[in-house]
C-alpha cells in the first residue's frame, strides 16, 4: 500500500484508489488510520463489492503455498505484522482500474502476497488515457 501511495502522490492525474476491505467501517479505520489516513475505502463486509468484480476465495496454494508464504516473510521482514483477521481470511485480493461502473483493467492475482506493480498501473492508466473515449 506503501508504494501505490507514493505512486499517487508523485503522480500527478492518477486517479485516486478507493480501497474495498471486508471489515466494518471502523476496522478500515484503524487499518487504513497510519497508513494512508485520507485515501478512500468501502466497507464490504457482505463481499456485494467483491463478487460484483469477480474476486474469489483463493485455494490452498494461493493462500498458503511457498510463493506466498515468501511474500509474508518479506513482509515480516519490511516490518508489516499479521492482526486478526477480519472478514474471510480466504478472500483473495483484487485490484481494480475502474470507471464508473466499467472495469478497465484488473490484475490477476496468482497468490494472496502478490502485487500488480506500480509500473504496470501507471502503464495501464497512460494506455486508457491515450485510447479514444468510447
Known amino acids: 500500500m506503501a508504494e501505490l501511495r507514493r505512486a499517487c502522490s508523485e ?6 484508489p478507493v480501497i474495498v476491505h471486508l471489515g466494518t467501517v471502523e476496522d478500515g479505520d484503524r487499518f487504513l488510520g497510519d497508513a494512508w489516513p485520507d485515501v478512500q475505502s468501502i466497507a464490504d463486509a457482505d463481499m456485494d463489492v467483491r463478487a460484483a468484480l469477480g474476486v474469489s476465495r483463493g485455494r490452498v496454494g494461493q493462500l498458503l503455498g511457498l510463493a506466498s508464504m515468501a511474500a509474508g516473510l518479506r513482509s515480516v521482514r519490511a516490518g508489516h505484522k499479521q492482526t486478526r483477521p477480519v472478514g474471510d481470511p480466504w478472500m483473495m485480493p483484487g485490484a481494480f482500474l475502474a470507471q464508473g461502473d466499467q472495469v ?3 490484475h490477476e492475482f496468482r497468490h494472496a502476497g502478490d502485487h500488480p506493480s506500480t509500473a504496470a498501473l501507471l502503464a495501464a492508466v497512460a494506455t ?4 479514444p473515449s468510447v
Do not use: K, V
Open 11 to 16: 503522480n500527478e492525474g492518477l486517479p485516486q
Open 104 to 106: 478497465l483493467w484488473s
Open 128 to 131: 486508457l488515457r491515450a485510447e
